[in-house]
């Protein structure tokens, strides 16, 4: 995994001994943090015999009932390893109750290869980043095509006809419980996305945050895709769903000028694909057909949903519960995407 860590964050730092002995897998020599990511915490373990491990913890403060589950994620990795081989190897994981932390957490091995960030940080040419645009899609594709009956622990996590219902309710329920006094009206946004919502496309195990970001590809190769991480909101649901969340990172090279700055994966790189192209490379693979208006509901659920996440972010920033600066530029993004929904609905 291509090492952009850096030296952990006063706030988020833990009792490196207590997680070393709990761990059992001799001397932790040095703990750095991964920038990436707003939610989770995530460390790099250096050992002094074996291979580097990833730990992964929520983060401090009051979170959102039901977020930040390490437990979860955890079980969800470890079930998908024998069908789907671009997830890590779970190592450990500890309850609350009997964490060395305070907290839960898990660990997992780290994997060997590259993960592009804003920008690739390394040489792609227009070829390799298209090729790298067919290969997300597979990756997506063969996610969304696993068997969850057949895989023991993941048919737990279908909750059965109304996924899109659940979803439209919950995150509208998790703004409300999130807004802070510069929290605009979304009533109109909420309002459309009940009264449009589509009857469910299907029922498949999806990641819920698929992106260029949360993907390792292959040191020799950066048209390979070889794992992927971050499967905190992974779930079994509707697959069109998880396509509309990953539509709402894909920023294109023509977007305006706050969504370019908004931009986390390196999406404007010459010979990566627009959005358009993306959705009929996936409904083609999938033998899918969707109609401009169902399309239209997809990508603002996604964008409504991602403004969500930003605004419990911003909530924490804003009550005091983490001093991190990075967050200080959720609130801007939480108005900007209520203003994208809005033009993509309502012109």
Known sequence: MSDDSRPVRDEDAFDVRAV???????????????????????YLLTMAEGPALILRRPPV????????????????????????PQVPAMVAYATEADSPIGSELYVM????????????????????????????????????????????????LDKGDGYVARQIGG????????????TGDWSDITGWLADNQPADSGSAMIHNDFRFDNLVLAEDDPTRVVGVLDWELATVGDPLMDLGCTLAYWVQADDDEFFLAFRRQPTTTPGMWTREQLV??????????????ELRFYEVYGLFRLAVIAQQIWYRYATGQTTN?????????????????????FG
């Open 20 to 42: 070393e002995k709990w761990l059992g897998r001799g001397v932790i020599t040095e703990v750095r943090q991964f920038p990436g990511g707003a939610s989770n915490l995530t």
């Open 61 to 84: 403060g009051t979170k959102a009932k039901g977020a930040h589950d390490m437990g979860r994620e955890y079980r969800i990795q470890d079930a998908l390893a024998p069908v789907f």
């Open 109 to 156: 091995e780290r994997l060997d290869g590259r993960i592009p960030r804003r920008d690739f940080g390394f040489p792609v040419s227009p070829e390799q980043a298209s090729a790298l645009c067919d290969a997300a899609v597979d990756t997506l594709v063969a996610l969304h095509s696993i068997d969850v009956s057949a895989v023991p622990g993941l048919a737990a």
């Open 171 to 182: 995150w509208t329920q998790r703004l409300a419980n999130a807004r802070t006094d510069d």
């Open 280 to 293: 009929d490379a996936y409904l083609s693979r999938r033998g899918l057909t969707l109609s401009d208006d």
């Open 325 to 345: 600066e990075a967050y200080a530029a959720f609130g801007p993004a939480v108005g900007y995407l209520e203003a994208r929904c809005r033009r993509i609905l």
